[in-house]
């Protein structure tokens, strides 16, 4: 599954760790919020299924990517509101992403 394959590529970064995984989208709220979720990463079709801005509002700081089934594009959403259109995507393009969302944020909180 393409989750998998990002879930991987973020995991193996020094900065980035994975603390959980979900089976059911029931509570996907409040498992984001209780491990301190600084990343959700979800298939498009499950975002659909559930509300975005919710858990964004549920957890502030994190970020969600939502992957297009085929793998050739996704999102990032993040809680300003906007979201970050990723396009064609490499596994390298997709952590810079990643990265520079959240370093972005964390110097916005430093302010």
Known sequence: MLTDIVKSVIGSQPDFAVVGEITSLD????????????????DLATSSKISVPDLLYARP??????????GRSGEL??????????GE???LDL?????DRTHAADAGNRA
Do not use: N
């Open 89 to 91: 995507m490499s596994p």
């Open 27 to 42: 509570g996907i709220a409040r498992a984001a919020r209780e491990v301190a979720a600084d990343v959700v990463i979800l």
């Open 61 to 70: 700081r994190s970020r969600i990517i939502a992957i297009d089934p085929s």
């Open 95 to 99: 952590v810079a992403v990643v990265r």
């Open 77 to 86: 959403h993040e809680l300003r509101p906007m979201v970050v259109p990723l």
